[in-house]
């Protein structure tokens, strides 16, 4: 089974807006439209069987409307995530909806929130959603679209996992956009983390630092995650496949670890 753990889509009607504004903030291009189809296109093509559709509350008014969006998205192949917007005061409701509705996890990220990701006022959400076994996932690391701030760091997420051993936490980009060495410094080896492998092909991260990062980290702690739809997800089992791993260690990148995490 080859699941992709980093995907993201859209409603059909806010799609093209959502991409188009994204992509102009950030200044980084996306290959396919935001969309279910487009995204299950990609995964018929690439003979991956389930995706993680992550998505990304970052105002006080999209928590009824994203909780809808995944529940609606949510299937067989597409195993959807919900959101909160974590220093809300509606933000320890919403996790527990996002338990009560069967959903398995929440993205947070906090460089488009504008909170840092160990600031001690959202502790509570980490504590309930330990409390309800719900997988939390970082954007970790640099942010194109505040490239100024750093609200995710390598040091941020060792601080989340220092103050909630036991809640279950994947740490996007290989636990740091564009901070591959403070990554490799601080968190390989943790207990209780995972590290996806979205948008981490080439350029953004060179062959021979991916490869000490999965030997020091662990191969049964790295998911296998594309960002569609900002890579496709050909980049990144690309990668994977030509690492000098043995094939149990792509087995479990590419899919055992995240079956064995969804408890699928």
Not at 71 to 88: C, M, N, Q, W, Y
């Amino acid at each position: 089974m080859i699941i992709d753990f980093h995907t993201h889509v859209f409603p059909h009607k806010i799609a093209l807006g959502a991409m188009t504004h994204l992509a102009n903030a950030n200044g980084v291009p996306y290959v396919a439209p935001a969309i279910v189809e487009s995204l299950i296109e990609a995964m018929d093509r690439c003979a991956i069987d389930k995706s993680v559709v992550l998505n990304v509350a970052t105002k006080e008014n999209q928590h009824e409307n994203i909780l809808r969006f995944a529940k609606e998205t949510d299937s067989d192949r597409l195993i959807a995530f919900g959101s909160v917007v974590p220093d809300s005061v509606h933000a320890l409701e919403y996790v527990w909806k996002i338990s009560d509705e069967g959903l398995k996890g929440i993205k947070l990220h906090p460089g488009l929130l504008r909170v840092d990701a160990d600031d001690k006022n959202i502790f509570p959400v980490y504590d309930l959603a330990r409390a309800l076994n719900l997988i939390v996932v970082f954007h970790a690391g640099y942010d194109f679209t505040y490239p100024d701030e750093m609200r995710a760091s390598p040091k941020m997420i060792l601080n989340v996992l220092d103050n909630f051993p036991g809640l279950r936490i994947v740490a996007a980009h290989m636990g740091g956009l564009r901070m591959a060495t403070e990554a490799l410094e601080t968190l390989a080896g943790k207990a209780d983390l995972y590290l996806d492998t979205a948008f981490t092909a080439d350029p953004w991260l060179d062959r021979a630092t991916m490869l000490k990062m999965i030997q020091l980290h662990g191969a049964e702690k790295i998911l296998f995650g594309s960002d569609f739809p900002w890579h496709d997800p050909s980049s990144e089992l690309e990668l994977i496949r030509n690492l000098a791993l043995t094939e149990e260690e792509k087995r479990l990148i590419l899919g055992e670890n995240a079956k064995r995490l969804l408890a699928l």
